[in-house]
């Protein structure tokens, strides 16, 4: 069977998720590090990232709690 290949998104997205899975990170200091270490255009491009994955969470959301299929 072949391996569907990655985009280069989804393999970022992979890794920002498994970095931000271990759950002995401390959120609070990352947050400080990267408000201090950032430029704005970085900041605002997690700011973008967050925001769209809230919209597909609750995209996500309605489709399975409002719209079942069964």
């Known amino acids: 069977m072949r391996r569907k290949t990655l985009t280069k998104e989804q393999k970022v997205a992979h890794q920002l998720s498994d970095m931000l899975n271990d759950i002995t990170l401390d959120l609070d200091m990352v947050g400080k590090y990267l408000g201090v270490h950032s430029s704005s255009v970085q900041f605002n491009r997690i700011q973008h990232i967050a925001d769209v ?13 409002h719209n079942p299929l069964f």
Not at 54 to 65: G, L, M, P, S, V
Request: no cysteine.
């Open 53 to 65: 994955a809230q919209f597909e969470k609750e995209e996500q959301y309605d489709r399975n709690t």
